[in-house]
């Protein structure tokens, strides 16, 4: 006797469809927010690296100053009375404009220079125009003319000499230096002798005379 088929309703038949394709849509969007989760992930840790460091991590720069006063030292008095000296220091960006004016104490060493480091604050990194000078001498630029500063680590100016007698502090040495010169030299009276005790001896005489003389020829002046 053949045996009856059972029947299978449409409805059941609708199901056992159904699920496996629900089964493909979720495997699909898993996937797809597996993905972007990546995606985001990278783009995040791409963003981080590209920051720029010199925007975060600008410190303060350094700068070795090493410098020559005439008349103090190994051909001069090697013994003077003030063992430092008050130096400024300029720094010129691409223009004329001044960037960064600093002013330092400098040691002497016993032996012919005053040295120190100065600090120049939270400074960019680039190329400068540096200039130095103290007091009564005539301003001077660093060589190479172009410095380029570079950040961790103390950048190393070369030695300079300074040249004293600029008694109006105009950067020119001339013959109104000459004459205010002159007055404390006839007349120590109306001046203190700080000036142009330019040996730094404690006296003013014709040690200090000559060497101010010296400055006008060295400088092609005279």
Sequence with gaps: MPKKRKKVSSSSSYYELLIPTFLVILLTIGVFIFANQADEKENMTTKTISINPKQSTLSDMLLSVTIKINGIGQEGNIFPRHLTRKVTVY???????ITVTKTTYLTYDGKQYFTGILHLGK?????????????????????????????????????????????????????????LALVCFQNNNDC?????????????NILDYNLLLKNFAVLHLV
């Design 91 to 97: 720094l010129y960006g691409t223009t004329t404009s």
């Design 123 to 179: 400074l960019a990194e680039g190329s400068y125009f540096i200039k130095l000078t103290a007091n009564h001498t005539l301003q001077i630029l660093s060589k190479p003319e172009i410095k380029t500063l570079t950040a961790g680590q103390t950048n190393i100016l070369p030695p300079y000499t300074l040249y004293q007698g600029d008694m109006n502090n105009d950067n020119v040495l001339n013959k109104s230096d000459y004459s």
């Design 192 to 204: 203190t002798g700080t000036s142009v005790d330019f040996n730094d001896d404690g006296l003013v």
